[in-house]
Nanobody, 120 residues
Framework: QVQLVESGGGLVQAGGSLRLSCVAS????????VGWYRQPPEKQRELVAT???????IYANSVKGRFTISRDNAKNTVWLQMNSLNPEDTAIYYC??????????????WGQGTQVTVSS
């Protein structure tokens, strides 16, 4: 079993910054693709930023230049630094990981989500 636990969400004024963290724990051999998605109110979940299986980074166009994703493989941790936040960034942010377990099986996991609210 693998768990993803996000933290760092909250309420911030427009122009402010937040840093989200996601820690993966459990029967982990390797985190493959790992990244962040978000679901704004009454909208579908969308990609924010992710490390692909090949180690490349993909950002949504709406966050390029403002958000930075980083990871520490030894700690099974991924962060999302969010700067210059605006009200359109308000959403529940979810950590997502493609994980190879110690048994050699690969599954996709989601965290429980952390709320980010940006006030104008």
């Amino acid at each position: 079993q693998v768990q993803l636990v996000e933290s760092g969400g909250g309420l911030v004024q427009a122009g402010g910054s937040l840093r989200l963290s996601c820690v993966a724990s459990g029967s982990i051999f390797r985190l493959n693709a790992v990244g962040w998605y978000r679901q704004p109110p009454e909208k579908q979940r969308e990609l924010v930023a992710t490390f692909t299986r090949g180690g490349n980074i993909i950002y949504a166009n709406s966050v390029k230049g403002r958000f930075t994703i980083s990871r520490d493989n030894a700690k099974n941790t991924v962060w999302l630094q969010m700067n210059s936040l605006n009200p359109e960034d308000t959403a529940i942010y979810y950590c997502n990981a493609d994980v190879t377990t110690l048994r050699g099986q690969t599954y996709e996991y989601w965290g429980q989500g952390t709320q980010v609210t940006v006030s104008s």
